[in-house]
């Protein structure tokens, strides 16, 4: 398993249009197949960036739903709020602590 990081910066009056979308689809992606966890995060210091974490089982998963109807959709509207180029990171847990 690994976990796909986001970063996204959005134009304030988008913030709003943005939550919105992710409450629509959350529960879809969250269900793709492979996809074992979804978690929004939102910075404590500026309130327009906001972070995915999403949780896939391989490779394969993230790519599957990357080349998806839902994908697509969700991503051509998020895209059209942002307010900076997003950054993105693969990363493999090394340790966890409960």
Not at 51 to 77: C, I, M, P
Request: charged share 35%; net charge negative; proline share 2%.
């Amino acid at each position: 398993m690994f976990i796909r990081i986001v970063k996204m910066k959005f134009k304030k009056e988008h913030c709003d249009a943005f939550e919105e979308n992710f409450d629509r689809n959350k529960d879809k992606i969250r269900s793709f197949p492979g996809c074992e966890r979804l978690e929004l995060l939102h910075d404590k210091n500026d309130s327009t960036i906001y972070f995915t974490y999403s949780y896939w089982l391989k490779d394969e998963d993230l790519l599957n739903y990357r080349n998806s109807d839902l994908f697509k959709g969700v991503w051509a509207f998020t895209k059209t709020l942002f307010d900076a180029k997003p950054e993105a990171w693969s990363v493999e847990q090394r340790d966890v602590m409960v």
